[in-house]
Protein backbone atom coordinates (compact mmCIF):
# COMPACT_ATOMS: atom_id res chain seq x y z
CA UNK A 1 0.00 0.00 0.00
CA UNK A 2 3.14 2.36 0.42
CA UNK A 3 3.60 2.35 -3.20
CA UNK A 4 0.75 3.19 -4.18
CA UNK A 5 0.00 6.04 -2.21
CA UNK A 6 3.21 7.17 -3.18
CA UNK A 7 2.55 7.43 -6.89
CA UNK A 8 -1.11 8.90 -5.96
CA UNK A 9 0.68 12.32 -5.52
CA UNK A 10 2.49 11.80 -8.61
CA UNK A 11 6.02 12.10 -6.21
CA UNK A 12 8.09 9.39 -6.81
CA UNK A 13 10.58 7.83 -4.05
CA UNK A 14 13.28 9.00 -6.11
CA UNK A 15 12.08 12.45 -7.14
CA UNK A 16 15.47 13.69 -8.14
CA UNK A 17 14.36 17.24 -8.54
CA UNK A 18 13.08 17.97 -4.99
CA UNK A 19 15.39 19.32 -2.19
CA UNK A 20 17.24 16.48 -0.32
CA UNK A 21 17.45 17.04 3.46
CA UNK A 22 21.13 16.30 4.86
CA UNK A 23 21.66 13.56 6.23
CA UNK A 24 24.74 12.60 8.39
CA UNK A 25 25.78 9.01 9.92
CA UNK A 26 23.98 9.31 13.32
CA UNK A 27 25.20 6.20 15.85
CA UNK A 28 24.63 6.40 19.84
CA UNK A 29 27.31 4.44 21.98
CA UNK A 30 26.52 0.85 22.23
CA UNK A 31 24.18 0.32 24.71
CA UNK A 32 22.12 4.04 24.72
CA UNK A 33 19.72 3.01 22.37
CA UNK A 34 16.91 2.15 24.49
CA UNK A 35 14.39 1.20 22.69
CA UNK A 36 11.65 4.09 22.75
CA UNK A 37 13.80 6.62 24.61
CA UNK A 38 15.60 9.68 22.68
CA UNK A 39 18.61 9.41 23.86
CA UNK A 40 20.14 9.55 20.46
CA UNK A 41 19.94 12.97 19.24
CA UNK A 42 18.45 13.78 16.42
CA UNK A 43 21.03 14.84 13.27
CA UNK A 44 20.12 15.45 9.64
CA UNK A 45 17.31 17.59 10.91
CA UNK A 46 14.20 17.56 8.89
CA UNK A 47 13.35 21.02 7.26
CA UNK A 48 9.83 22.11 6.87
CA UNK A 49 9.72 21.34 3.27
CA UNK A 50 11.47 17.97 4.35
CA UNK A 51 8.63 17.07 6.36
CA UNK A 52 5.60 18.42 4.19
CA UNK A 53 6.85 16.28 1.09
CA UNK A 54 7.37 13.33 3.64
CA UNK A 55 4.36 13.69 4.48
CA UNK A 56 2.82 13.89 0.97
CA UNK A 57 4.80 11.33 -0.11
CA UNK A 58 3.77 8.47 2.43
CA UNK A 59 0.12 9.69 2.88
CA UNK A 60 0.12 11.74 5.96
CA UNK A 61 -1.59 14.33 4.23
CA UNK A 62 -2.19 16.03 0.44
CA UNK A 63 -3.06 19.23 -0.63
CA UNK A 64 -7.00 19.46 -0.93
CA UNK A 65 -8.60 18.72 -4.64
CA UNK A 66 -5.08 19.07 -6.03
CA UNK A 67 -6.34 17.47 -9.24
CA UNK A 68 -7.88 20.90 -9.96
CA UNK A 69 -5.10 23.55 -10.59
CA UNK A 70 -6.31 26.48 -9.05
CA UNK A 71 -7.84 25.31 -5.54
CA UNK A 72 -7.25 27.58 -3.32
CA UNK A 73 -4.57 26.91 -0.46
CA UNK A 74 -5.01 26.12 3.09
CA UNK A 75 -7.02 23.19 2.53
CA UNK A 76 -5.24 19.70 3.52
CA UNK A 77 -6.47 16.40 3.29
CA UNK A 78 -5.43 13.63 5.82
CA UNK A 79 -4.47 10.55 4.21
CA UNK A 80 -4.77 6.95 6.05
CA UNK A 81 -1.56 7.20 7.79
CA UNK A 82 -2.30 10.96 8.78
CA UNK A 83 -5.59 10.00 10.31
CA UNK A 84 -4.52 7.33 12.23
CA UNK A 85 -1.82 9.11 13.39
CA UNK A 86 -4.13 12.12 14.47
CA UNK A 87 -6.46 9.78 15.83
CA UNK A 88 -4.18 8.19 18.15
CA UNK A 89 -2.88 11.63 19.43
CA UNK A 90 -6.17 12.31 20.13
CA UNK A 91 -6.88 9.72 21.86
CA UNK A 92 -3.58 10.55 23.98
CA UNK A 93 -5.06 13.65 24.62
CA UNK A 94 -8.58 12.51 25.76
CA UNK A 95 -6.22 10.21 28.13
CA UNK A 96 -3.91 12.37 29.51
CA UNK A 97 -6.41 15.84 29.86
CA UNK A 98 -9.89 15.13 29.16
CA UNK A 99 -10.48 11.16 31.41
CA UNK A 100 -7.51 12.21 33.97
CA UNK A 101 -9.09 15.42 35.08
CA UNK A 102 -12.71 14.15 34.73
CA UNK A 103 -13.28 16.86 31.64
CA UNK A 104 -17.07 17.13 30.28
CA UNK A 105 -16.97 16.41 26.55
CA UNK A 106 -19.37 17.66 24.30
CA UNK A 107 -19.41 18.25 20.20
CA UNK A 108 -21.00 21.47 19.16
CA UNK A 109 -22.69 22.36 15.72
CA UNK A 110 -19.84 24.01 13.29
CA UNK A 111 -22.24 26.64 11.79
CA UNK A 112 -23.12 28.72 14.12
CA UNK A 113 -25.87 32.34 14.52
CA UNK A 114 -25.03 35.53 14.00
CA UNK A 115 -25.34 36.45 17.54
CA UNK A 116 -23.28 34.11 18.68
CA UNK A 117 -20.06 36.26 16.82
CA UNK A 118 -22.08 39.01 17.77
CA UNK A 119 -21.30 38.58 21.39
CA UNK A 120 -18.50 36.82 21.19
CA UNK A 121 -16.60 39.70 19.46
CA UNK A 122 -15.71 37.87 15.88
CA UNK A 123 -18.13 40.13 14.01
CA UNK A 124 -16.30 43.22 14.99
CA UNK A 125 -12.43 42.32 15.95
CA UNK A 126 -11.54 38.92 13.95
CA UNK A 127 -10.07 40.65 11.11
CA UNK A 128 -6.44 40.35 9.67
CA UNK A 129 -4.87 43.40 8.07
CA UNK A 130 -4.05 43.64 4.15
CA UNK A 131 -3.19 45.55 1.31
CA UNK A 132 -3.65 45.56 -1.86
CA UNK A 133 -1.58 45.98 -4.66
CA UNK A 134 -2.65 48.82 -7.32
CA UNK A 135 -1.43 47.60 -10.39
CA UNK A 136 -1.95 43.23 -10.28
CA UNK A 137 -4.57 42.98 -7.68
CA UNK A 138 -2.78 40.70 -5.52
CA UNK A 139 -3.06 40.75 -2.09
CA UNK A 140 -0.79 40.73 1.18
CA UNK A 141 -0.68 40.84 4.48
CA UNK A 142 1.82 43.78 5.42
CA UNK A 143 3.07 42.64 8.95
CA UNK A 144 4.49 39.58 6.51
CA UNK A 145 5.53 41.73 3.77
CA UNK A 146 7.53 44.19 6.34
CA UNK A 147 9.27 40.62 8.04
CA UNK A 148 9.93 39.51 4.66
CA UNK A 149 12.06 42.70 3.62
CA UNK A 150 13.58 43.08 7.15
CA UNK A 151 14.04 40.28 8.39
CA UNK A 152 12.55 41.52 11.58
CA UNK A 153 9.92 40.02 13.75
CA UNK A 154 6.85 42.21 13.69
CA UNK A 155 4.34 42.31 16.61
CA UNK A 156 1.05 40.93 15.67
CA UNK A 157 -1.66 43.67 17.05
CA UNK A 158 -0.52 46.86 15.20
CA UNK A 159 -2.81 49.24 14.64
CA UNK A 160 -3.60 50.32 10.58
CA UNK A 161 -1.81 53.56 10.94
CA UNK A 162 1.27 51.34 12.23
CA UNK A 163 1.49 49.56 9.50
CA UNK A 164 1.44 52.13 6.64
CA UNK A 165 3.80 54.21 8.99
CA UNK A 166 6.02 50.69 8.75
CA UNK A 167 5.62 49.99 4.70
CA UNK A 168 6.61 53.41 4.19
CA UNK A 169 9.72 53.44 6.25
CA UNK A 170 11.01 50.00 5.30
CA UNK A 171 10.20 51.21 1.09
CA UNK A 172 7.51 48.22 0.94
CA UNK A 173 6.30 47.59 -2.85
CA UNK A 174 4.27 44.83 -4.42
CA UNK A 175 6.73 41.81 -4.03
CA UNK A 176 4.95 40.57 -7.58
CA UNK A 177 5.20 43.62 -9.65
CA UNK A 178 6.94 46.10 -7.72
CA UNK A 179 3.95 48.32 -7.80
CA UNK A 180 2.61 50.90 -4.99
CA UNK A 181 0.21 49.10 -2.19
CA UNK A 182 -2.34 50.50 -0.37
CA UNK A 183 -3.27 51.78 2.60
CA UNK A 184 -3.91 48.65 5.12
CA UNK A 185 -7.41 47.64 5.39
CA UNK A 186 -9.57 44.86 7.49
CA UNK A 187 -10.31 41.43 6.15
CA UNK A 188 -12.91 39.86 8.60
CA UNK A 189 -11.44 35.97 8.51
CA UNK A 190 -15.11 34.23 9.57
CA UNK A 191 -16.52 32.38 6.31
CA UNK A 192 -20.06 33.75 6.15
CA UNK A 193 -22.96 31.08 5.14
CA UNK A 194 -26.52 31.46 3.84
CA UNK A 195 -28.59 29.11 6.51
CA UNK A 196 -31.87 27.97 4.20
CA UNK A 197 -34.30 29.04 1.39
CA UNK A 198 -34.31 32.66 3.33
CA UNK A 199 -30.26 32.73 3.26
CA UNK A 200 -30.72 33.64 7.02
CA UNK A 201 -26.45 34.56 8.13
CA UNK A 202 -24.58 32.09 9.70
CA UNK A 203 -21.23 31.56 10.09
CA UNK A 204 -18.43 28.68 9.85
CA UNK A 205 -17.02 28.87 13.62
CA UNK A 206 -13.40 30.11 14.07
CA UNK A 207 -12.69 28.83 17.03
CA UNK A 208 -14.39 25.18 18.29
CA UNK A 209 -14.74 27.31 22.14
CA UNK A 210 -18.54 29.27 21.43
CA UNK A 211 -20.23 26.37 21.53
CA UNK A 212 -19.28 25.24 24.89
CA UNK A 213 -19.88 28.83 25.99
CA UNK A 214 -23.16 28.60 24.71
CA UNK A 215 -24.55 25.22 25.69
CA UNK A 216 -23.00 25.61 29.26
CA UNK A 217 -26.06 26.57 31.02
CA UNK A 218 -27.26 23.53 29.31
CA UNK A 219 -24.44 21.42 30.35
CA UNK A 220 -24.97 22.68 34.50
CA UNK A 221 -28.39 22.07 34.12
CA UNK A 222 -28.38 18.45 32.49
CA UNK A 223 -25.17 17.11 33.84
CA UNK A 224 -24.26 17.06 37.59
CA UNK A 225 -20.94 19.14 37.48
CA UNK A 226 -20.44 21.88 39.40
CA UNK A 227 -17.67 24.64 39.76
CA UNK A 228 -14.62 23.91 38.92
CA UNK A 229 -14.82 21.93 35.69
CA UNK A 230 -13.39 21.79 32.69
CA UNK A 231 -15.04 20.81 29.17
CA UNK A 232 -13.19 19.49 26.07
CA UNK A 233 -14.58 19.35 22.38
CA UNK A 234 -12.20 18.21 19.44
CA UNK A 235 -13.56 19.39 15.81
CA UNK A 236 -12.75 21.59 13.04
CA UNK A 237 -12.48 25.27 13.48
CA UNK A 238 -12.38 28.03 9.92
CA UNK A 239 -10.57 30.87 9.59
CA UNK A 240 -10.72 32.62 6.37
CA UNK A 241 -6.40 33.29 5.93
CA UNK A 242 -5.50 36.25 3.52
CA UNK A 243 -2.28 34.15 2.39
CA UNK A 244 -1.95 30.74 4.04
CA UNK A 245 1.33 29.81 3.05
CA UNK A 246 2.85 27.19 6.11
CA UNK A 247 1.43 23.87 5.10
CA UNK A 248 0.05 22.72 8.26
CA UNK A 249 0.62 25.17 9.99
CA UNK A 250 -1.43 27.94 8.80
CA UNK A 251 -4.94 26.64 7.48
CA UNK A 252 -7.94 27.58 6.60
CA UNK A 253 -9.86 24.52 7.66
CA UNK A 254 -7.81 23.23 11.01
CA UNK A 255 -8.68 20.77 13.80
CA UNK A 256 -8.22 22.14 17.08
CA UNK A 257 -8.72 20.17 20.80
CA UNK A 258 -9.39 22.89 23.20
CA UNK A 259 -10.36 22.71 26.96
CA UNK A 260 -12.33 25.72 28.75
CA UNK A 261 -12.06 25.56 32.68
CA UNK A 262 -14.72 27.04 34.66
CA UNK A 263 -14.41 28.07 37.74
CA UNK A 264 -14.77 30.66 40.43
CA UNK A 265 -11.99 32.34 41.17
CA UNK A 266 -12.50 33.10 45.09
CA UNK A 267 -12.63 29.28 45.37
CA UNK A 268 -9.62 27.64 44.32
CA UNK A 269 -8.86 25.34 47.14
CA UNK A 270 -9.42 22.20 45.09
CA UNK A 271 -7.18 19.57 46.20
CA UNK A 272 -6.25 18.35 42.99
CA UNK A 273 -5.03 21.56 41.87
CA UNK A 274 -2.13 21.00 44.18
CA UNK A 275 -0.98 17.74 42.89
CA UNK A 276 0.90 18.28 39.69
CA UNK A 277 2.91 21.49 40.71
CA UNK A 278 5.84 19.88 40.80
CA UNK A 279 5.88 19.76 36.96
CA UNK A 280 9.06 21.55 35.65
CA UNK A 281 8.31 24.29 32.95
CA UNK A 282 10.32 26.41 30.89
CA UNK A 283 9.40 30.62 30.93
CA UNK A 284 9.93 33.08 28.60
CA UNK A 285 9.10 36.37 29.22
CA UNK A 286 7.91 39.64 27.26
CA UNK A 287 11.47 41.17 28.78
CA UNK A 288 13.38 37.99 26.41
CA UNK A 289 14.20 36.29 29.88
CA UNK A 290 13.73 32.60 30.43
CA UNK A 291 13.55 30.80 32.97
CA UNK A 292 12.97 26.89 33.96
CA UNK A 293 10.68 26.26 37.36
CA UNK A 294 8.37 24.51 38.50
CA UNK A 295 4.12 25.36 38.20
CA UNK A 296 4.20 25.80 42.47
CA UNK A 297 7.26 28.21 41.79
CA UNK A 298 5.20 29.63 38.68
CA UNK A 299 2.42 30.55 40.94
CA UNK A 300 4.24 31.86 44.08
CA UNK A 301 6.26 34.33 41.88
CA UNK A 302 3.21 35.51 40.22
CA UNK A 303 4.23 34.07 36.69
CA UNK A 304 0.54 32.38 36.69
CA UNK A 305 -2.00 34.43 38.19
CA UNK A 306 -3.25 30.90 40.70
CA UNK A 307 -3.16 27.08 41.15
CA UNK A 308 -5.56 26.15 38.51
CA UNK A 309 -3.52 27.27 35.84
CA UNK A 310 -0.17 25.72 36.99
CA UNK A 311 -2.34 22.86 37.68
CA UNK A 312 -3.59 22.51 33.85
CA UNK A 313 -0.32 23.81 32.32
CA UNK A 314 1.12 21.09 33.99
CA UNK A 315 -0.99 18.48 32.39
CA UNK A 316 -0.85 20.21 29.43
CA UNK A 317 3.15 19.70 29.28
CA UNK A 318 2.96 16.76 30.17
CA UNK A 319 0.61 15.19 27.30
CA UNK A 320 3.28 17.02 25.20
CA UNK A 321 5.83 14.96 26.66
CA UNK A 322 3.73 11.82 26.24
CA UNK A 323 3.62 12.80 22.60
CA UNK A 324 7.19 12.77 22.09
CA UNK A 325 8.16 16.23 22.22
CA UNK A 326 11.26 16.95 24.30
CA UNK A 327 10.83 19.02 27.13
CA UNK A 328 13.83 21.04 26.81
CA UNK A 329 12.38 21.91 22.76
CA UNK A 330 8.78 23.09 24.73
CA UNK A 331 7.96 26.18 26.29
CA UNK A 332 5.79 28.67 27.88
CA UNK A 333 5.75 31.99 26.07
CA UNK A 334 4.07 34.32 28.49
CA UNK A 335 2.38 37.07 26.20
CA UNK A 336 2.77 40.83 26.85
CA UNK A 337 -0.28 43.18 27.67
CA UNK A 338 -0.43 44.27 24.18
CA UNK A 339 0.28 41.13 22.56
CA UNK A 340 -2.67 39.45 24.22
CA UNK A 341 -6.59 39.52 23.94
CA UNK A 342 -8.02 42.75 25.71
CA UNK A 343 -10.07 40.50 27.71
CA UNK A 344 -7.23 38.03 28.35
CA UNK A 345 -5.80 38.54 31.98
CA UNK A 346 -3.08 36.27 31.32
CA UNK A 347 -2.04 34.77 28.03
CA UNK A 348 0.47 31.92 27.57
CA UNK A 349 1.50 30.28 24.36
CA UNK A 350 2.68 26.53 24.57
CA UNK A 351 5.33 26.50 21.38
CA UNK A 352 7.69 24.05 19.87
CA UNK A 353 11.04 24.46 18.51
CA UNK A 354 10.73 23.73 14.99
CA UNK A 355 12.53 24.18 11.84
CA UNK A 356 11.15 27.38 11.49
CA UNK A 357 11.76 28.75 14.98
CA UNK A 358 9.35 28.90 17.85
CA UNK A 359 5.99 27.51 16.82
CA UNK A 360 2.92 28.15 18.68
CA UNK A 361 0.94 24.86 18.79
CA UNK A 362 -1.41 25.91 22.26
CA UNK A 363 -2.81 28.86 22.99
CA UNK A 364 -3.50 29.48 26.52
CA UNK A 365 -5.57 32.05 27.62
CA UNK A 366 -7.04 33.55 31.11
CA UNK A 367 -9.90 34.99 30.02
CA UNK A 368 -11.48 36.84 32.98
CA UNK A 369 -15.85 36.38 32.75
CA UNK A 370 -15.34 37.95 29.72
CA UNK A 371 -17.12 34.73 27.50
CA UNK A 372 -20.10 34.77 30.34
CA UNK A 373 -21.16 37.94 30.79
CA UNK A 374 -21.30 38.96 26.53
CA UNK A 375 -23.33 35.90 25.86
CA UNK A 376 -25.72 36.84 29.30
CA UNK A 377 -25.84 40.30 27.67
CA UNK A 378 -26.71 39.78 24.57
CA UNK A 379 -28.72 36.41 24.75
CA UNK A 380 -30.88 37.82 27.62
CA UNK A 381 -30.51 34.45 29.26
CA UNK A 382 -29.03 33.78 32.68
CA UNK A 383 -25.22 32.03 32.75
CA UNK A 384 -24.26 32.45 35.99
CA UNK A 385 -23.72 29.37 37.89
CA UNK A 386 -24.82 27.79 41.47
CA UNK A 387 -21.82 27.43 43.47
CA UNK A 388 -22.92 26.46 46.68
CA UNK A 389 -25.36 28.74 47.24
CA UNK A 390 -23.83 31.47 45.69
CA UNK A 391 -24.89 32.53 42.00
CA UNK A 392 -21.60 33.31 40.52
CA UNK A 393 -20.44 34.52 36.24
CA UNK A 394 -17.77 31.63 35.93
CA UNK A 395 -14.08 32.53 35.20
CA UNK A 396 -12.61 31.03 32.43
CA UNK A 397 -9.36 29.46 31.56
CA UNK A 398 -8.91 27.59 28.06
CA UNK A 399 -5.92 25.82 26.55
CA UNK A 400 -6.72 25.64 22.28
CA UNK A 401 -5.02 23.11 20.74
CA UNK A 402 -3.67 23.31 17.17
CA UNK A 403 -3.89 19.28 16.38
CA UNK A 404 -2.08 19.26 12.92
CA UNK A 405 0.21 22.02 13.56
CA UNK A 406 1.22 19.21 16.74
CA UNK A 407 1.09 16.26 14.23
CA UNK A 408 3.63 18.64 12.46
CA UNK A 409 5.91 19.16 15.72
CA UNK A 410 5.46 15.53 16.32
CA UNK A 411 6.74 14.28 12.83
CA UNK A 412 9.39 16.96 12.15
CA UNK A 413 10.95 16.22 16.01
CA UNK A 414 10.72 12.67 15.54
CA UNK A 415 11.83 12.05 12.25
CA UNK A 416 16.06 10.73 12.36
CA UNK A 417 18.64 10.13 9.56
CA UNK A 418 20.11 7.02 9.99
CA UNK A 419 23.07 5.67 8.05
CA UNK A 420 21.06 5.05 4.66
CA UNK A 421 17.34 6.35 5.98
CA UNK A 422 15.42 8.63 7.44
CA UNK A 423 13.20 6.50 10.32
CA UNK A 424 10.23 8.16 12.06
CA UNK A 425 10.65 7.67 15.85
CA UNK A 426 7.46 8.34 17.23
CA UNK A 427 6.00 6.96 20.00
CA UNK A 428 4.78 4.08 19.18
CA UNK A 429 1.26 4.52 20.83
CA UNK A 430 1.14 6.86 18.24
CA UNK A 431 2.11 5.14 15.57
CA UNK A 432 0.14 5.05 12.23
CA UNK A 433 0.95 1.70 11.58
CA UNK A 434 2.41 -0.32 14.36
CA UNK A 435 2.70 -3.81 13.18
CA UNK A 436 4.12 -4.82 9.86
CA UNK A 437 3.86 -8.61 8.79
CA UNK A 438 6.06 -9.57 5.93
CA UNK A 439 6.92 -12.96 4.51
CA UNK A 440 10.73 -13.63 4.67
CA UNK A 441 10.04 -15.27 0.55
CA UNK A 442 7.29 -15.34 -1.43
CA UNK A 443 6.75 -19.35 -1.80
CA UNK A 444 6.68 -22.50 0.75
CA UNK A 445 3.41 -20.84 2.28
CA UNK A 446 5.38 -18.04 4.24
CA UNK A 447 2.74 -15.45 2.35
CA UNK A 448 -0.33 -17.04 3.24
CA UNK A 449 0.74 -17.94 6.58
CA UNK A 450 2.16 -14.16 7.22
CA UNK A 451 -1.29 -13.00 5.90
CA UNK A 452 -3.43 -15.00 8.34
CA UNK A 453 -0.80 -13.66 10.94
CA UNK A 454 -1.76 -10.09 9.88
CA UNK A 455 -5.67 -10.62 10.07
CA UNK A 456 -5.58 -12.11 13.70
CA UNK A 457 -3.69 -9.06 14.92
CA UNK A 458 -6.34 -6.62 12.95
CA UNK A 459 -8.61 -6.29 15.60
CA UNK A 460 -5.97 -5.43 18.21
CA UNK A 461 -3.51 -3.14 16.43
CA UNK A 462 -3.08 -1.13 13.25
CA UNK A 463 -0.90 -3.94 11.31
CA UNK A 464 -0.47 -4.76 7.64
CA UNK A 465 1.08 -7.27 5.25
CA UNK A 466 4.21 -6.34 2.71
CA UNK A 467 5.56 -8.65 0.54
CA UNK A 468 7.48 -6.55 -1.95
CA UNK A 469 11.12 -6.11 -2.23
CA UNK A 470 14.23 -7.38 -0.22
CA UNK A 471 13.36 -8.13 3.39
CA UNK A 472 15.64 -4.85 4.32
CA UNK A 473 14.00 -2.75 1.91
CA UNK A 474 10.84 -3.74 3.48
CA UNK A 475 12.20 -2.70 6.81
CA UNK A 476 13.71 0.60 5.68
CA UNK A 477 9.62 1.64 4.30
CA UNK A 478 8.09 0.49 7.70
CA UNK A 479 11.01 2.62 9.54
CA UNK A 480 10.23 5.74 7.08
CA UNK A 481 6.82 5.88 8.61
CA UNK A 482 7.62 4.75 11.69
CA UNK A 483 6.00 1.46 12.36
CA UNK A 484 7.61 0.05 15.23
CA UNK A 485 7.34 -3.82 15.25
CA UNK A 486 7.88 -6.02 12.09
CA UNK A 487 7.15 -9.61 11.86
CA UNK A 488 8.94 -11.87 9.57
CA UNK A 489 7.82 -15.39 8.30
CA UNK A 490 10.67 -17.88 7.72
CA UNK A 491 11.53 -20.91 7.67
CA UNK A 492 11.50 -21.76 10.63
CA UNK A 493 8.03 -20.39 11.17
CA UNK A 494 6.67 -23.77 9.81
CA UNK A 495 8.53 -26.14 12.14
CA UNK A 496 8.11 -24.36 15.57
CA UNK A 497 5.29 -21.58 14.78
CA UNK A 498 7.57 -18.36 15.86
CA UNK A 499 8.40 -15.87 13.90
CA UNK A 500 10.85 -13.06 14.21
CA UNK A 501 10.13 -9.80 15.67
CA UNK A 502 12.01 -7.08 14.47
CA UNK A 503 12.04 -3.29 16.75
CA UNK A 504 12.11 -0.23 14.87
CA UNK A 505 14.40 1.69 17.21
CA UNK A 506 16.82 -1.12 18.56
CA UNK A 507 16.66 -2.78 15.42
CA UNK A 508 16.80 -5.96 17.93
CA UNK A 509 15.22 -9.21 16.74
CA UNK A 510 13.67 -11.77 18.94
CA UNK A 511 12.01 -15.19 18.14
CA UNK A 512 8.11 -15.08 19.45
CA UNK A 513 5.82 -17.70 19.53
CA UNK A 514 2.95 -17.02 17.33
CA UNK A 515 0.74 -17.02 20.40
CA UNK A 516 2.36 -15.16 22.24
CA UNK A 517 2.32 -11.93 19.69
CA UNK A 518 -0.58 -10.42 21.26
CA UNK A 519 0.44 -10.30 24.71
CA UNK A 520 3.99 -9.01 23.78
CA UNK A 521 2.65 -6.25 21.64
CA UNK A 522 0.47 -4.99 23.93
CA UNK A 523 3.47 -4.66 25.74
CA UNK A 524 4.98 -2.62 23.43
CA UNK A 525 2.68 -0.49 21.56
CA UNK A 526 -0.04 0.15 24.64
CA UNK A 527 -0.58 3.81 25.61
CA UNK A 528 1.41 4.92 28.84
CA UNK A 529 -0.70 4.69 31.94
CA UNK A 530 -1.48 7.51 33.22
CA UNK A 531 -1.10 8.75 36.86
CA UNK A 532 -3.89 9.85 38.26
CA UNK A 533 -4.32 13.33 39.98
ZN1 LIG B 1 1.62 43.98 -7.92
Known amino acids: MWTSQASMTGVED????????????????AGTIRIYSFEVEPCGKMSFEDVMRLGQQRGFFFKAAETYPNSPAG????????????NKLVELWRRMLVKRDGMVELDGAQILPRQVFEASGHLSGFTDPFVKCANCGSVFRPDKLVEEKTGEQIPEKLTDGEYDRLMAEKGVKCPKCGSKLSGTKRFNMMFRVGIGEQ????????????????????????????????????GKSFRNEI??????????????????????????????????????????????????????????????????????????????????LEPSNLRLRAL????????????????????LGWTELV?????????????????????????????????IFEMSMGVDRTVYAIIESSTVAESDRRVLRVRPYLAPQQVGVFPLVNKEGQPEKALSIQRSLLSSFDSFYDGGGSIGRRYARADEVGVPCCLTVDYDTAKDDTVTLRERDSKAQTRVKVGDLEAKLRGLLSFPTIPST
Open 336 to 355: SEKDRAFYAVAAYDLEAKTS
Open 363 to 395: ACNYRGDYDMSRHQQVSGSDFRVDDGGEKVLPH
Open 243 to 324: APRQGLLRLRELNQAEVEVFFNPGKLEDHRFQTQLGTRLNFSFPDGSEKTVTAGEAVESGALPNVLTGHYLSLLVQFYEAAG
Open 14 to 29: NDATAPQPAIKTCKGP
Open 199 to 234: DEEGFLRPETCQSIFVDSPLMFKTQRIKLPVAFAQV
Open 75 to 86: FWDYGPLGVSMR
